[in-house]
Protein backbone atom coordinates (compact mmCIF):
# COMPACT_ATOMS: atom_id res chain seq x y z
CA UNK A 1 0.00 0.00 0.00
CA UNK A 2 1.84 3.43 -1.22
CA UNK A 3 1.42 6.20 1.17
CA UNK A 4 -0.89 8.04 -0.44
CA UNK A 5 -3.17 5.23 -0.33
CA UNK A 6 -2.68 5.33 3.52
CA UNK A 7 -3.60 8.89 3.75
CA UNK A 8 -6.90 8.12 2.42
CA UNK A 9 -7.15 5.40 4.63
CA UNK A 10 -6.64 7.31 7.47
CA UNK A 11 -8.68 10.22 6.63
CA UNK A 12 -11.52 7.69 6.68
CA UNK A 13 -11.10 6.62 9.74
CA UNK A 14 -10.70 10.07 11.05
CA UNK A 15 -14.13 11.30 9.54
CA UNK A 16 -15.85 7.65 10.70
CA UNK A 17 -14.27 8.99 14.31
CA UNK A 18 -15.77 12.32 13.71
CA UNK A 19 -19.50 11.37 12.81
CA UNK A 20 -19.69 8.84 15.82
CA UNK A 21 -18.56 11.96 18.13
CA UNK A 22 -21.33 14.14 16.10
CA UNK A 23 -23.69 11.49 17.48
CA UNK A 24 -23.25 12.80 21.19
CA UNK A 25 -24.68 16.02 20.57
CA UNK A 26 -28.23 14.62 18.78
CA UNK A 27 -31.03 15.14 20.44
CA UNK A 28 -33.69 13.14 17.80
CA UNK A 29 -33.10 9.96 16.82
CA UNK A 30 -33.82 9.76 13.19
CA UNK A 31 -30.49 12.33 12.23
CA UNK A 32 -28.64 10.28 14.99
CA UNK A 33 -29.72 6.66 13.24
CA UNK A 34 -28.48 8.57 10.07
CA UNK A 35 -25.22 9.57 11.14
CA UNK A 36 -24.63 6.03 12.77
CA UNK A 37 -25.45 4.64 9.44
CA UNK A 38 -23.30 7.04 8.19
CA UNK A 39 -20.32 6.43 10.26
CA UNK A 40 -20.82 2.26 10.25
CA UNK A 41 -20.15 2.67 5.97
CA UNK A 42 -16.89 5.06 7.11
CA UNK A 43 -15.68 2.31 9.67
CA UNK A 44 -16.27 -0.42 7.19
CA UNK A 45 -14.28 1.30 4.87
CA UNK A 46 -11.66 1.67 7.17
CA UNK A 47 -11.35 -1.32 8.71
CA UNK A 48 -11.36 -2.74 5.06
CA UNK A 49 -8.52 -1.14 3.80
CA UNK A 50 -6.58 -0.44 6.90
CA UNK A 51 -6.52 -4.59 7.80
CA UNK A 52 -8.56 -4.14 10.75
CA UNK A 53 -10.94 -6.92 10.86
CA UNK A 54 -12.65 -6.51 14.11
CA UNK A 55 -13.26 -3.08 13.40
CA UNK A 56 -14.80 -4.32 9.83
CA UNK A 57 -16.84 -7.51 11.61
CA UNK A 58 -18.63 -4.92 13.95
CA UNK A 59 -19.72 -2.40 11.69
CA UNK A 60 -21.31 -4.96 9.38
CA UNK A 61 -23.26 -5.94 12.67
CA UNK A 62 -23.68 -2.82 13.43
CA UNK A 63 -24.91 -1.50 9.85
CA UNK A 64 -28.14 -3.47 9.76
CA UNK A 65 -29.09 -3.45 13.41
CA UNK A 66 -28.85 0.80 12.14
CA UNK A 67 -30.67 0.74 9.33
CA UNK A 68 -33.79 -1.51 10.93
CA UNK A 69 -33.87 0.95 13.92
CA UNK A 70 -34.34 3.94 11.38
CA UNK A 71 -37.19 2.47 9.02
CA UNK A 72 -38.61 1.58 12.74
CA UNK A 73 -38.54 5.23 13.20
CA UNK A 74 -39.80 6.23 10.02
CA UNK A 75 -42.39 3.93 10.14
CA UNK A 76 -43.31 4.77 13.53
CA UNK A 77 -43.33 8.54 12.42
CA UNK A 78 -45.62 7.96 10.06
CA UNK A 79 -48.22 5.85 11.83
CA UNK A 80 -48.13 8.93 14.37
CA UNK A 81 -48.91 10.90 11.58
CA UNK A 82 -51.94 9.18 10.36
CA UNK A 83 -52.87 8.61 14.16
CA UNK A 84 -52.60 12.37 14.32
CA UNK A 85 -54.70 13.44 11.16
CA UNK A 86 -57.59 10.33 12.17
CA UNK A 87 -57.39 11.89 15.94
CA UNK A 88 -56.78 8.73 16.82
CA UNK A 89 -55.55 7.79 20.36
CA UNK A 90 -54.77 4.07 20.29
CA UNK A 91 -51.41 3.27 21.19
CA UNK A 92 -51.35 0.14 18.46
CA UNK A 93 -48.35 2.53 16.11
CA UNK A 94 -46.28 1.57 19.34
CA UNK A 95 -46.11 -1.96 19.73
CA UNK A 96 -42.28 -2.12 19.44
CA UNK A 97 -41.84 0.14 21.80
CA UNK A 98 -44.90 -1.07 24.57
CA UNK A 99 -45.30 -4.13 26.84
CA UNK A 100 -48.78 -6.16 26.79
CA UNK A 101 -50.34 -6.68 30.64
CA UNK A 102 -53.67 -8.46 31.87
CA UNK A 103 -55.21 -7.73 34.79
CA UNK A 104 -58.25 -9.46 36.58
CA UNK A 105 -61.82 -8.07 37.46
CA UNK A 106 -61.86 -5.79 40.62
CA UNK A 107 -57.62 -5.50 40.38
CA UNK A 108 -56.72 -1.64 41.10
CA UNK A 109 -54.78 -0.19 37.99
CA UNK A 110 -53.22 2.31 40.06
CA UNK A 111 -54.63 4.60 43.02
CA UNK A 112 -54.62 7.81 43.62
CA UNK A 113 -51.57 9.10 44.64
CA UNK A 114 -49.52 6.46 43.43
CA UNK A 115 -46.45 6.97 41.42
CA UNK A 116 -46.75 8.10 38.31
CA UNK A 117 -44.81 5.61 35.78
CA UNK A 118 -46.57 4.01 32.93
CA UNK A 119 -49.11 4.85 30.15
CA UNK A 120 -51.89 2.57 29.48
CA UNK A 121 -53.74 1.73 26.43
CA UNK A 122 -56.96 -0.91 27.22
CA UNK A 123 -56.63 -3.31 24.23
CA UNK A 124 -59.74 -5.32 26.07
CA UNK A 125 -61.84 -4.85 29.01
CA UNK A 126 -63.30 -2.10 30.81
CA UNK A 127 -61.76 -0.05 33.98
CA UNK A 128 -63.51 2.46 36.30
CA UNK A 129 -62.36 5.85 37.73
CA UNK A 130 -64.10 6.37 40.66
CA UNK A 131 -62.79 9.53 41.72
CA UNK A 132 -64.08 11.10 38.44
CA UNK A 133 -67.30 8.96 37.62
CA UNK A 134 -65.90 8.00 34.28
CA UNK A 135 -65.47 4.51 32.92
CA UNK A 136 -62.77 3.63 30.08
CA UNK A 137 -63.39 1.42 27.32
CA UNK A 138 -60.90 -0.47 25.36
CA UNK A 139 -58.98 1.72 22.81
CA UNK A 140 -58.23 4.75 25.46
CA UNK A 141 -55.34 6.01 26.93
CA UNK A 142 -55.08 5.28 30.68
CA UNK A 143 -52.41 7.58 32.83
CA UNK A 144 -51.12 10.02 30.40
CA UNK A 145 -51.62 13.30 32.86
CA UNK A 146 -49.72 11.67 36.09
CA UNK A 147 -46.96 11.18 33.43
CA UNK A 148 -46.42 13.74 32.16
CA UNK A 149 -47.55 16.12 35.67
CA UNK A 150 -45.06 18.14 37.18
CA UNK A 151 -46.08 15.90 40.52
CA UNK A 152 -45.33 12.12 38.58
CA UNK A 153 -48.18 11.22 40.59
CA UNK A 154 -51.78 9.40 39.93
CA UNK A 155 -54.53 11.45 39.42
CA UNK A 156 -57.23 9.42 40.58
CA UNK A 157 -57.91 5.59 40.89
CA UNK A 158 -58.47 3.09 38.17
CA UNK A 159 -59.99 -0.46 38.80
CA UNK A 160 -60.52 -3.21 36.49
CA UNK A 161 -64.29 -3.88 36.01
CA UNK A 162 -63.54 -6.78 34.15
CA UNK A 163 -60.51 -8.87 33.13
CA UNK A 164 -58.35 -6.43 31.20
CA UNK A 165 -55.56 -6.48 29.03
CA UNK A 166 -53.33 -3.15 28.63
CA UNK A 167 -50.67 -2.28 26.01
CA UNK A 168 -48.06 -0.43 28.62
CA UNK A 169 -45.03 2.12 27.88
CA UNK A 170 -43.27 2.62 30.86
CA UNK A 171 -42.32 6.17 31.61
CA UNK A 172 -38.56 6.99 30.57
CA UNK A 173 -40.18 5.64 27.20
CA UNK A 174 -42.48 7.77 27.31
CA UNK A 175 -40.43 10.74 27.71
CA UNK A 176 -37.39 9.85 25.15
CA UNK A 177 -40.06 9.33 22.62
CA UNK A 178 -41.86 12.92 23.68
CA UNK A 179 -37.88 14.84 23.43
CA UNK A 180 -36.86 12.57 20.43
CA UNK A 181 -39.58 13.03 18.15
CA UNK A 182 -41.93 16.37 18.11
CA UNK A 183 -44.88 14.47 16.55
CA UNK A 184 -45.21 11.79 19.82
CA UNK A 185 -44.92 15.03 22.13
CA UNK A 186 -47.86 16.52 19.93
CA UNK A 187 -49.97 13.56 20.02
CA UNK A 188 -49.40 13.81 23.88
CA UNK A 189 -49.93 17.16 24.37
CA UNK A 190 -53.64 17.05 21.66
CA UNK A 191 -54.77 13.63 23.85
CA UNK A 192 -53.97 15.32 27.50
CA UNK A 193 -56.02 18.55 26.57
CA UNK A 194 -58.77 16.56 25.29
CA UNK A 195 -59.04 14.70 28.10
CA UNK A 196 -58.64 17.85 30.50
CA UNK A 197 -61.71 19.21 28.44
CA UNK A 198 -63.59 15.75 28.38
CA UNK A 199 -63.41 16.18 32.42
CA UNK A 200 -64.26 20.03 32.55
CA UNK A 201 -67.36 19.29 30.52
CA UNK A 202 -68.42 16.48 33.02
CA UNK A 203 -68.28 18.32 35.70
CA UNK A 204 -70.11 21.74 33.90
Not at 31 to 57: D, E, H, K, M, Q
Not at 61 to 89: C, G, H, I, T, Y
Not at 116 to 141: C, F, M, N, S, W
Not at 179 to 186: M, R, V, W
Request: hydrophobic share 45%.
Amino acid sequence: MNSGSVNWVQLVGYAASLLVFSTFYMKTMIPLRCVAIASNVAFLTYGYFAGLYPVFLLHTVLLPLNAFRLRQMFRFKERLRQSLERRDLSLEWMLPFVNRESFKENEPLFRKGDPADKLYYLEQGTVRLPEVDRTIHAGEIIGEMGVFSPFKERTASAVCTTDSTFLVLGERTALELYYQNPDFGLFMVRTIIRRFLDQQARSA
